[in-house]
């Protein structure tokens, strides 16, 4: 797959560029190349995304990072199996818990939430830092709603984490989940104050909690661009050829007095 010319292969974590060293040097610039297509696309292009993913597993499939890639593409893709796979053939050459809990929601993809509550409450889930606890909190929480058990998600959500005022990464995130978990379950109010919350933390608008909170206030948006509010200081030609098609109101009115005007005279001359 073509790779654009601004992409060096040094945009990498320099943490990956030390496991690419066992590579011959060509070789690893190659595969650090694909890496980063991969970092660029996988949020906005997720299939491509996975188109280098696999160009970079072709040629060093036996690197974690490279693994780990793979499995995050797949997992972009809703590729949950193929996911799966990597993700657990990087935590054995790594030995590290941090896969855990996207391995967990590979299981949800996979229709198999009881697996998922299973490795939420395992003992790797004790060696995640805190953010990583958060979302196996989370996924365990989905998990349950997957199972149809909204109070069991609800009871999930709430933690120290959820109370807490400070904003970290996962604070909006884990506040959208219970507010959504709330509005299911009928708690209506206590689902809106849980998603002003969450716009209060989402600094960067990972979630569209702005756009359920207006929801539910009954606010409804207007496009400000839309043709049908009226006409521009500076009219679009595509605008004239649909004013030509529909005519207009005020010239439609003069019309139509006009011809009752004429009507008159005729039944007056009909009279005469």
Not at 109 to 122: I, N
Not at 159 to 172: C, G, K, R, Y
Not at 200 to 213: I, M, N
Request: with cysteine; net charge negative.
């Amino acid at each position: 797959m073509p790779i654009p010319e601004d992409v060096t292969g040094d945009e990498i974590d320099k943490d990956v560029r030390q496991e690419l060293q066992s590579l011959p040097k060509t070789l690893a610039e190659d595969v650090a190349k694909n890496l980063v297509m991969v970092a660029r696309l996988i949020d906005e292009d997720p299939e491509g995304a996975y188109g280098y993913s696999r160009v970079a597993l072709r040629l060093a499939s036996r690197v974690a990072a490279v693994r780990e890639a793979a499995g995050f593409a797949a997992y972009a893709n809703q590729k949950y199996s193929e996911a799966l796979g990597e993700f657990r053939a990087a935590r054995r050459m790594t030995g590290t818990v941090e896969l855990w809990p996207v391995m967990a929601d590979c299981e949800r993809g996979l229709g198999r939430p009881e697996r998922a509550l299973d490795m939420a409450g395992a003992p790797e889930v004790h060696k995640l830092d805190k953010a990583g606890q958060v979302e196996m909190r989370l996924v365990a929480a989905g998990a349950r709603r997957d199972m149809g058990q909204l109070d069991a998600a609800i009871v999930t959500l709430q933690s120290p984490e959820l109370a807490s005022n400070s904003v970290q990464a996962w604070t909006a995130r884990l506040r959208y989940a219970y507010a959504d978990a709330l509005l299911a379950a009928g708690r209506e109010s206590e689902a809106r104050e849980w998603f002003a919350k969450a716009v209060e933390a989402d600094r960067d608008g990972s979630t569209d909690a702005s756009d359920r909170l207006a929801e539910l206030d009954g606010v409804d948006f207007v496009d400000a661009l839309d043709e049908n509010d009226g006409a521009t200081d500076q009219a679009d030609p595509a605008d004239d050829e649909v004013r030509d098609e529909t005519p207009d109101t005020d010239a439609d009115a003069d019309m139509d007095a006009g011809a009752d005007e004429v009507e008159d005279e005729a039944k007056g001359e009909d009279k005469d």
